[in-house]
């Protein structure tokens, strides 16, 4: 993973009400944390996001696609899962490219961050696609993925979000 700073737009450069807003359709809550702190059910590590139960924890370093990623781990797994939710969101192949494709559809809900900037980010941080680029996945081979959420009730079939967990 590159540093922080890496060109990657973080949570602290984005107005929080925004994505505050956004999550909060879902039940999920950001919980910030310091600075040099530890992140809270960080999976990877600082900076990356943090997941217990339904709060989301970031610092001011924290990628804003680290924090849509987790935030759509929170969203795609079964109720059951997020009862127990502690750090590892789990999930299977299929569901963690439907994590992917739902945080690309959903940045374009976050002001200052949209699609385009998400994919850059995504490329910028090493997630890894067959096609070698995320927006190559996003628009060629990304359709059992749309397909999937639709079938979660988590997509209209036209893309958009329905706002709505699994």
């Given at each position: 993973?590159?540093?922080?700073?890496?060109?990657?737009?973080?949570?602290?450069?984005?107005?929080?009400?925004?994505?505050?807003?956004?999550?909060?359709?879902?039940?999920?809550?950001?919980?910030?944390?310091?600075?040099?702190?530890?992140?809270?059910?960080?999976?990877?590590?600082?900076?990356?996001?943090?997941?217990?139960?339904?709060?989301?924890?970031?610092?001011?370093?924290?990628?804003?696609?680290?924090?849509?990623?987790?935030?759509?781990?929170?969203?795609?797994?079964?109720?059951e899962r997020r009862t127990g939710l502690d750090t590892d969101?789990?999930?299977?192949?299929?569901?963690?490219?439907?994590?992917?494709?739902?945080?690309?559809?959903?940045?374009?809900?976050?002001?200052?961050v949209g699609r385009a900037r998400m994919l850059?980010?995504?490329?910028?941080?090493?997630?890894?696609?067959?096609?070698?680029?995320?927006?190559?996945?996003?628009?060629?081979?990304?359709?059992?993925?749309?397909?999937?959420?639709?079938?979660?009730?988590?997509?209209?079939?036209?893309?958009?979000?329905?706002?709505?967990?699994?």
């Amino acid at each position: 993973m590159p540093a922080a700073g890496a060109g990657v737009r973080s949570f602290g450069e984005l107005d929080p009400v925004g994505l505050a807003v956004l999550l909060a359709r879902y039940g999920l809550q950001i919980e910030r944390v310091a600075l040099g702190e530890s992140i809270p059910g960080s999976y990877w590590g600082e900076p990356e996001a943090g997941l217990i139960g339904d709060r989301l924890y970031v610092r001011a370093d924290t990628p804003v696609h680290s924090v849509l990623h987790e935030a759509c781990h929170y969203v795609c797994m079964t109720a059951e899962r997020r009862t127990g939710l502690d750090t590892d969101a789990g999930g299977d192949f299929a569901e963690e490219n439907a994590v992917c494709y739902l945080q690309i559809a959903l940045a374009d809900h976050v002001p200052e961050v949209g699609r385009a900037r998400m994919l850059r980010d995504m490329d910028a941080w090493g997630y890894t696609f067959r096609l070698g680029s995320a927006s190559a996945w996003f628009t060629e081979d990304a359709a059992d993925a749309h397909r999937t959420l639709v079938d979660w009730g988590l997509l209209e079939p036209g893309g958009r979000p329905t706002f709505r967990c699994r």
